[in-house]
């Protein structure tokens, strides 16, 4: 290792150590490499230019992002949850099936696990703890778990941002996230079921079987927008960025004309919440840009090929050990962080390999999502407390039932490919 990336990586951690955002310390951590290595300064602000002017892909991110506040702001929300509780809120266990359902409908809206969370968690640990059959530790944890699935099943902006570093077809990606959403989902609510018998959680009251057509025609217009999305793109309508748009402008629609549920001053808080946050994202991506330079003026993926294949690894092997090491930095690094930094270094070898890019790019996000709920440092839990004031202790006790699922749920994905690749296949992908 040279002096100038030692120094850069010493740089690095101190700063993020210390508490800075983790954007600007990589930011910061790649001009103190530059000025060591005799290279210009401004070559940093110069990758970065190129960077986002050849990322036109990009512009999907904020887009999602607005879809996802604006869902929020008006009464969208609310009708998917009352949806959900018409459907699964009879079984045993109700609410916590709920929860998960409306996760798995909102991640076809949000493409975002932060947005997920922050939308329908306050609401719904509300619903699951005001009558006092659930704890707010259980009701956070399983409320925490289930927001993983937002950026698995399309849109998602993970994977956005996978098809950036790894030029693998977004259009493929989002539809390899599918069944691994739905997988997901369903081994959360095997779980919350069987803790649910095993705690004497109390059934819901019933929503009568007349009421549900109604309950269905209320939510149903919310409902459609993941369909008008895979059409868009799948049907060759649209490009995913144009998709990204065209899910704002119809989240738009619905909650200021169709639902007549956000006002003027509602939408100018939308709009600078969404520029919060997609400024903080883009300083992420920024640093990104220059840090992926040293990456390459290093030879780092040349170097990593080349032990790998001296080492004469199989392709499982390799999948495993990153998979570890993934789930590891989940630990204490943002998902956008890792995929931008962290696996492009693995994508000359994913290829010698014969790894699929689409397949690698399903695992990377499901096991980064899975890392936003790993203690000590999971964003996720973080942002459950920060919504709810629930203690974090609590948070923790109850997540690890969950954790062990979701990890369970990724072993199967990594040893199944055709599982994760069966959809795309039967669309017209050839990985």
């Known amino acids: 290792m040279s002096f100038e990336l030692a120094s850069l990586l010493v740089t690095l951690f101190v700063l993020a150590g210390i508490g800075t955002p983790i954007g600007y310390s990589i930011l910061l951590a790649s001009i103190v490499y530059l000025g060591l290595s005799g290279l210009d300064v401004a070559l940093a602000g110069e990758k970065i230019l190129q960077g986002f002017y050849g990322s036109a892909i990009l512009l999907a991110v904020p887009l999602f992002i607005v879809a996802a506040n604006i869902m929020n702001a008006g009464s969208i929300t609310d009708r998917l949850l009352n949806f959900c509780v018409a459907i699964v809120g009879r079984f045993k266990g109700g609410m916590g099936h709920v929860n998960v359902v409306a996760s798995l409908i909102f991640s076809g809206m949000s493409g975002s696990a932060v947005a997920d969370a922050a939308g329908i968690g306050k609401i719904i640990i509300s619903m699951m703890t005001r009558s006092g059959k659930y704890s707010r530790g259980y009701a956070a944890a399983i409320t925490a778990a289930s927001a993983t699935i937002g950026p698995i099943i399309p849109p998602s902006i993970p994977m956005v941002l996978y098809a950036l570093v790894s030029n693998a077809s977004i259009g493929s990606l989002f539809l390899a996230g599918i069944l691994p959403g739905l997988i997901m989902g369903a081994v959360l609510m095997a779980m919350n079921g069987y803790l649910a018998h095993k705690r004497g959680f109390e059934v819901e009251e019933t929503v009568p079987l007349k009421e549900l057509p109604r309950v269905t025609a209320n939510a149903f217009p919310a409902l459609l927008m993941p369909v008008i999305l895979l059409y868009g793109i799948y049907g ?102 890792i995929i931008l930094v962290i696996v492009p270094l693995f994508i000359p070898t994913c290829e010698a390999l014969g790894i699929d890019l689409v397949h690698f790019g399903v695992l990377v996000v499901v096991n980064s999502m899975i890392g936003l709920i790993t203690p000590p440092y999971g964003i996720l839990l973080f942002v459950i407390n920060a919504v709810t004031d629930i203690p974090l202790r609590e948070i923790i006790a109850e997540i690890w039932a969950f954790l062990a699922v979701l990890i369970g749920a990724l072993i199967v994905m990594m040893l199944s490919p055709d599982l994760v690749l069966w959809l795309p296949r039967l669309l017209g992908y050839q990985g």
């Open 236 to 337: 060759g309508v649209t490009t995913p960025t144009e998709a990204a748009a065209v899910a704002a402008f119809y989240a738009l629609m619905l909650a200021a004309l169709f639902y007549r549920s956000l006002s003027f001053k509602a939408l100018y808080q939308v709009f600078v919440d969404s520029a919060r946050s997609s400024a903080a994202v883009g300083i992420v991506i920024g640093g990104a840009f220059i840090l992926n330079f040293i990456v390459i003026t290093e030879q780092i993926p040349q170097s990593i090929s080349g032990a790998l294949e001296g080492a004469d690894i199989s392709p499982l092997m390799f999948l495993i050990m990153v998979n570890v090491l993934i789930l590891l930095l989940g630990c204490v690094l943002d998902a956008t962080t």
